[in-house]
């Protein structure tokens, strides 16, 4: 479910929340334990922000999270399920050069631990990017 709020003329606001039941099922895990049936449910948030800084230049700022704590790792089985924490945050900055021309400057951070494999897929990276659109 997403809800959008635009209190002020320069300012956009919207939030977010999902929840996902996500489950695999399989006939072998009524006879063998190595294979397990999986539970695989997530949830995510997002917001979002609009800043009209003036006419022509615009701040776009978000921060999204996921979060999945399904992961099973039976000793004598498959390791199945997401077990996982995901922080992103953006700041986009873009300003309309002329009619045509928009020139936009980005930085993005993320965070990610993965508690499905001890903590060795864990990282933090981050993004510096621009962009020149000309638009016929």
């Not at 977010?16 to 999986?38: D, K, W």
């Not at 022509?56 to 921060?63: E, I, K, M, V």
């Not at 199945?80 to 009619?99: E, F, M, N």
């Amino acid at each position: 479910q997403n809800a959008s709020w635009t209190p002020l003329s320069w300012l956009g606001l919207q939030a977010g929340f999902n929840y996902v039941v996500s489950t695999t099922e399989t006939p072998a895990s009524g006879q063998t334990q190595s294979i397990l049936n999986a539970q695989n449910n997530y949830w995510t948030i997002n917001f979002n922000s609009l800043i009209a800084l003036d006419d022509r230049t615009d701040l776009d700022l978000g921060y999204f999270y996921y979060y999945a704590d399904d992961f099973q790792n039976p000793a004598d089985g498959l390791a199945l399920g997401a077990g996982a924490k995901d922080h992103s945050c953006t700041a986009t900055l873009t300003r309309r050069i002329s009619q045509n021309v928009r020139l936009n400057v980005k930085f993005a951070f993320n965070h990610y631990e993965d508690t499905s494999n001890n903590g060795y897929g864990n990282y933090n990276s981050y993004l510096i990017s621009s962009g020149l659109q000309y638009r016929f």
